[in-house]
Nanobody, 124 residues
Framework: QVQLVESGGGLVQAGGSLRLSCAAS????????MGWFRQTPGKKLEFVAT????????YYADSVKGRFTISRDNAKNMVYLQMNSLEPEDTAVYSC?????????????????WGQGTQVTVSS
């Protein structure tokens, strides 16, 4: 079992930056790939970024590539999403997920545990 709690969301102007954090508890955290997803009202859950169990492999959605960076610290049971050059289109509730497997994966159906989400609002 893995419990996840996100933090770091807020209101920022376009072009600004935010760093999201995801605190994980549970013995199996370091074995799991982790991911960030986002969702706006009326839209499907959208993949943002994923990182494998060791942090050595990452994968990003095209919409955030070059602007967002996912990282993890297994010693602290933490996953981060550094978001730079934010755009109004990035406004959403961001959630972190713990994957059933160790390798990167963009499919929400492969994630076994989810946090409650944190709101990110980017003003123009």
């Amino acid at each position: 079992q893995v419990q996840l709690v996100e933090s770091g969301g807020g209101l920022v102007q376009a072009g600004g930056s935010l760093r999201l954090s995801c605190a994980a508890s549970g013995r199996t955290f370091s074995n799991c790939a982790m991911g960030w997803f986002r969702q706006t009202p009326g839209k499907k859950l959208e993949f943002v970024a994923t990182i494998n169990w060791s942090g050595g492999s990452t994968y990003y959605a095209d919409s955030v590539k070059g602007r967002f960076t996912i990282s993890r610290d297994n010693a602290k049971n933490m996953v981060y999403l550094q978001m730079n050059s934010l755009e109004p289109e990035d406004t959403a509730v961001y959630s972190c997920g713990a994957n059933k497997y160790s390798n990167t994966n963009a499919s929400p159906s492969t994630y076994a545990y989810w946090g409650q989400g944190t709101q990110v609002t980017v003003s123009s």
